[in-house]
């Protein structure tokens, strides 16, 4: 069973930066797509960014331009950095992993437990 491990949330001041990191446990990720969702209060979870094993990066529309994903596949390792913070962008994002397509849409087979991101105004 693999196992995602988020980290590097926090508080930020709008227009501030943070990075969040999702360490994959087994070997077998690196072959898999991996990407972040995000869950505001009240609100659905929703697409963040996602990318296969050798690349490129998809980007939702609010985050293209602000937001970059990265991947170490030697640390089976995804980087998201988060530039020009927004208070919208204030959530619980996911790690996410093994993305499988069911029907007309694509779901993760597994993920993190979350990570908070608060941007202050």
């Known amino acids: 069973q693999g196992q995602l491990v988020e980290s590097g949330g926090g508080l930020v001041q709008a227009g501030g930066s943070l990075r969040l990191s999702c360490a994959a446990s087994?070997?077998?990720?690196?072959?898999?797509?991996m990407g972040w969702y995000r869950q505001a209060p009240g609100k659905q979870r929703e697409f963040v960014a996602t990318i296969s094993s050798g690349g490129p990066a998809e980007y939702a529309e609010s985050v293209k331009g602000r937001f970059t994903l990265s991947r170490d596949n030697a640390n089976i390792t995804v980087y998201l950095q988060m530039d020009s913070l927004k208070p919208e962008d204030t959530a619980v994002y996911f790690c996410?992993?093994?993305?499988?397509?069911?029907?007309?849409?694509?779901?993760?087979?597994?993920w993190g437990q979350g990570t908070q991101v608060t941007v202050s105004s």
């Open positions: 087994t070997i077998i990720f690196r072959l898999y797509y």
């Open positions: 996410a992993a093994k993305r499988e397509r069911i029907g007309s849409i694509y779901q993760y087979r597994y």
